[in-house]
């Protein structure tokens, strides 16, 4: 079975830093060596690795995903949030990382970040430890 | 080894729901729970999760594509198909999915969705379904 | 725990094809089914699988980014890279390959590259291979 993360956005686009409590996850599942699957259920949000020591990349990122998709011009899809569709599958809805010595192995300034873009809602994030 | 989906594209830039198709793969392995590994071994497609109730955001999801990498500018590539390869790399050519309880876990909304950027062609996926 | 590869880059954004690289790590890891996974642990680089035929396709997917994310606009991040995250969340961080007779299966055109948005620099690409 997947291990489940609840979370609150506040924001139409947004993104969450869920490093430590996907650091929990695997801390709680004792695996030493591994991968950690995580994967977002829903079709207007995705899963990115990127900066978290600086809020602003997560900015930079919506405002960008925002020129390419821009939630002001007419699409096909009628229920008015058809950007944040197209922004989830740019991103992607899964992301791979590496367990060693029980915790998730990144690079110096990684973090994993929920991109929300049709917030503010309840959302979950799905995590998955394999062990090696 | 895998397992291979074979299918036939019809327009140049189309998403194809492929969820039955890859069910059906996960439900014939048996395995109850694991994860699902969806490849495209073409540079020209690509693979993505997202809504499979409203077909109208596949046309959105390659209108915007089509926006980021028109198909009538000028590109290095000389084979009139550069546009393709750039959506492949946006969209990406690899999702992991969960199973359990013997099928894919899926959000309310989602579906896999096979995406055409050079069409029309025969195209495959391939499908890899690892046991926990 | 997994490998390390150890590349250079020599221009800002670059596509550096490392297939033979990551080749000859599946091959002396003497896995014969199973998957590889490829972890970028940088934030300003990213992954992808894409045509290793027409050296080409790299700056055409480099340019079309930038039109994206272009290097001279304002951004919220202050280090002048930016437009470097962006991309790095726009083609990912990771990718999954199959491996099949203990080698990488991949399409008829398929390489795997890493991307440089940030360069020149010292980098590293991470590998796990997993036996089926």
Redesign the interface.
């Known amino acids: 079975?997947?291990q489940t993360i609840q979370l609150r956005t506040h924001n139409r686009c947004e993104l969450v830093d869920l490093t430590p409590a996907i650091s929990e996850v695997v801390k709680k599942s004792k695996v030493q060596?591994g991968?950690c699957?995580v994967?977002?259920?829903?079709?207007t949000a995705a899963i990115?690795?990127?900066?978290n020591h600086?809020p602003?990349?997560g900015?930079?990122?919506s405002?960008?995903l925002k020129?390419?998709?821009p939630d002001n011009i007419s699409?096909?899809?009628?229920?008015g949030n058809?950007d944040a569709?197209?922004k989830?599958?740019?991103?992607?809805?899964?992301?791979?990382?590496?367990i060693?010595d029980g915790r998730i192995?990144?690079?110096?300034?990684?973090g994993i970040f929920f991109?929300e873009f049709d917030g503010p809602r309840r959302r979950?994030v799905?995590i998955?430890v394999?062990k090696?």
């Open positions: 079975m997947h060596e991968v699957i994967f977002v259920p829903h079709t990115t690795v990127n900066e600086d602003s990349v900015s930079d990122i405002n960008t020129r390419l998709a699409y096909d899809h009628g229920e058809a569709h197209v989830a599958s740019v991103v992607g809805s899964s992301r791979t990382l590496f060693e192995a990144f690079g110096s300034w990684q991109c979950e799905w998955k394999i090696d």
